[in-house]
């Protein structure tokens, strides 16, 4: 299984790997079928960008030991209903929302490595919500290389999932955090860190964020992680950029941005070329297969021969884009 742009879909050679939904979270073509030019089109109307699918360079390759697709989805499906309600101006359900993050925090400690779902896979109605959930995934697995205690994952994962709260209720973008904050800290039995989360999201180290403009490390560490996963997730989603390029973004960060330990555990968290990305290693077309050992040096498929390549056992060999 891989990932592809839609626009490099071909009906002879792929077929779909996972499922595609609508904006009901309803099955709209199941695994296993082939998407004709003209129902092609229509997905793209959608706002679907990317596919997982699964064709002959990409036999082998699994990704499902790397995220739970059904957790993912329905997740998205609670964090929608919960925003739909206070965009309504309606009591959302809380607990169904810290069953979610109780959910997350299992995915998360219970696999050493964890991918990320492109929002775009997703009709453009739900990749609000997806970015909510992977903003919360990002920082998870960010947070556990940082050793945090259960607590702080569950207000962690809590202010992520409602970090853009705000922009249910205005349409003014400079104001989201703060009225984010002042409606999460007054819903009963919100936590407090998790409402600051949300104020403190769009705050960074060189005092040039916004609302307040903070200097230094002045403000919550949780809020920088949120804000890191959130400047990396819209990296991937809005400017399109594949992950590779995105971590590099994030790295030139450090310090400028963000505290470095944090870009530390989130570049030590987040693998830089996924299995099925296709690469460059040693001047060769490659696929990568699998992510073993270290998250940056992959195992990968010389497309010529077949031949596989633990790079992690072979410091010598430089791996790149394609
Ligand atoms: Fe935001
Ligand atoms: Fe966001």
Redesign the pocket.
Known sequence: MRLVKISEYNHHTMVLAKPIYDSKRRILLAAGRTIIPKIKIRLQQMGIRFLFIEDEVSKGIHIDDLIDMPTWTESIGVVATFHNRVNSGLTPDLQELQQVVKKLIDEVKSRPILILIPASTMPKELQFYAHTVNVAILSLITAKKMNYIERKLHDLALGCLL??IGKMITDQYEK??EIGFNYLRNLSQFSVVSAHIAYQ??ETMDGKGFPRGLEGDDFLEMAQICGVA?YYDNLIAQDQLPPHDAMEAIMASADQLYKHSIINAFRQSVPTYPPGTKVMVNGEEAIVTQINKHLQRPIVKVLSNNKELDLAELPTMMIYPN
């Open positions: 970090h853009d989201h955090p999201h769009h959130n």
